[in-house]
């Protein structure tokens, strides 16, 4: 079964704080892994990709990968109010050639 | 660059009728993908084509086909609607490797009344 698992939330942070958002997925063979921020009535965009274990540090924005704990989170630091958005983790599994989506957590950022 | 283009944006349509959605990917990219979305599900893949040939398909009945032609332009077609076919019907294009990003047009929001 190919599951990419979020917690749905809501999560809210204080502006300035740090959003953590984590993400489990079931396919220990999976190679490439995408977070992606999907504002209210709007289609995703593409954030951050991330391929190999450790950090990946793009601005604000830090993804985290743990292939033997099937485990990605994304920190999102200095959390802004236009931050507040839906953020889905995308993961690929072995043997397919389509993204997996996970149902997104809802992050609210207050000011 | 321009990005992936989706019409119509909006569309409403009665049960049993049926629809055809239109995609046009980011130059340059020969896979294109299909998802729907719903506020219970998330987003579910329908299919992939790259090329002009269904790569993938999701676990979506019959009733959900898709083309792509040479230009990479993509159509999805729903027959024989029912209600809980509404959704925002979400097309992406990506260069088409395995490693690739979907990049994701505005959508098709499909009302079956």
């Known amino acids: 079964q190919k599951e990419v698992e979020q917690n749905s939330g809501p999560l809210s942070v204080p502006e300035g704080a740090i959003a953590s958002l984590n993400c489990t997925y079931s396919d220990r063979g999976s190679q490439s892994f995408f977070w992606y921020r999907q504002y209210s009535g709007k289609s995703p965009e593409l954030i951050m990709s991330?391929?190999?274990?450790g950090d990946k540090e793009d601005g604000r924005f830090t993804a985290q990968l743990n292939k033997a704990s099937q485990y990605v989170s994304l920190l999102i630091r200095d959390s802004q109010p236009s931050d507040s958005a839906t953020y889905l983790c995308?993961?690929?599994?072995?043997?397919?050639?389509?993204?997996?989506f996970g149902t997104g957590t809802r992050l609210t950022v207050i000011p | 660059k321009a990005g992936v283009t989706q019409t119509p944006r909006y569309l409403i349509k009665t049960r049993g009728q049926q629809v055809t959605l239109s995609c046009s990917p980011i130059?340059?990219?020969?896979?294109v993908s299909w998802y729907q979305q719903t506020p219970g599900q998330g987003l579910q893949f329908l299919f992939e084509?790259?090329?002009?040939?269904?790569?993938n398909k999701g676990n979506f009945p019959g009733r959900f086909s898709g083309r792509q032609f040479s230009n990479s332009r993509s159509e999805m077609n729903v027959s024989t609607l029912e209600l809980g076919d509404s959704a925002l019907y979400l097309c992406?294009?990506?260069?088409?490797?395995?490693?690739?990003?979907?990049?994701f047009g505005n959508g098709t929001r499909l009302t079956v009344t």
């Open positions: 130059s340059g990219h020969r896979s």
């Open positions: 084509y790259f090329s002009e040939t269904q790569r």
């Open positions: 995308a993961v690929t599994f072995t043997g397919a050639n389509n993204l997996f």
């Open positions: 992406a294009s990506s260069p088409g490797g395995v490693d690739s990003p979907l990049h």
């Open positions: 991330i391929y190999s274990n």
